[in-house]
DNA sequence: CATCTATTTGGTATTTTTGCCAAATAGAGA
DNA sequence: TCTCTATTTGGCAAAAATACCAAATAGATG
């Protein structure tokens, strides 16, 4: 049964949204990583961190592949850099409250 | 006191991680809508749409400007087609379960 | 095979998000 | 000013997401 294609762009940007998650994704970025530095990067539980690559790699953000004793996650979603560049010329709320222009 | 960058990304993000949400934003991918149109669009309680709206406004992934009797809102995200259209291609859990590769 | 290490899964308490109703507001027009 | 229409806000119950602990698993290695 296939998911609506909304639902499907939902889970993507959901793994994305998320303090954590954008960390990790941010760091991908520049390459893969095991597990272990995730976790020591993002600083939560070990079992948290796992639950957090399994939602980005079901949602198809990231994909893995074991080594040795490590499992390496690699970013899966080319256009990410170019996504945050554009998001960081946003003007939040810029206006105050109430309806602006 | 300013957000730190990853909030302010992971804010803009999570205005787009919902089904009503993406919608919307997909729905001024093709110009501006006035709030009714959005809310027959979406088909939730207009209160819910309006705070839908003004969370993706706030995230500054929207803008509106008042015209008669209508509010207009309009994506301020040029990037998101284009975002899309590289999700679309990410092949999620597309290897079952267990890590991949 | 026994064990060790890295990672995942199950379970649950806590926090956050969501959605509706009712009431408030803001501006337009009589 | 009074009223009417479109939209927002406040409040709260229900649903979803998050984080930790403990236990399980999967390979690697002795």
């Known amino acids: 049964m296939q998911r609506p294609a909304v639902d499907r762009r939902v889970a993507a940007i959901k ?24 976790q020591a990067l993002v600083g939560a539980d070990m079992s948290t961190v796992s639950k957090h690559l399994s939602l980005m790699r079901a949602a198809g953000v990231l994909t893995c592949e074991r080594r040795g004793l490590n ?30 222009d």
Not at 18 to 38: W, Y
Request: glycine fraction near 8%.
């Open 15 to 38: 793994a994305l949204a998320h303090p954590s998650r954008l960390l990790i994704a941010e760091t991908l970025m520049g390459g893969e990583r095991c597990v272990c530095d995730l």
């Open 71 to 100: 499992i390496y996650y690699r970013l899966a979603c080319s256009c990410l850099p170019e996504f945050l560049r554009c998001l960081d010329e946003l003007a939040p709320e810029a206006c105050g409250e109430g309806c602006c």
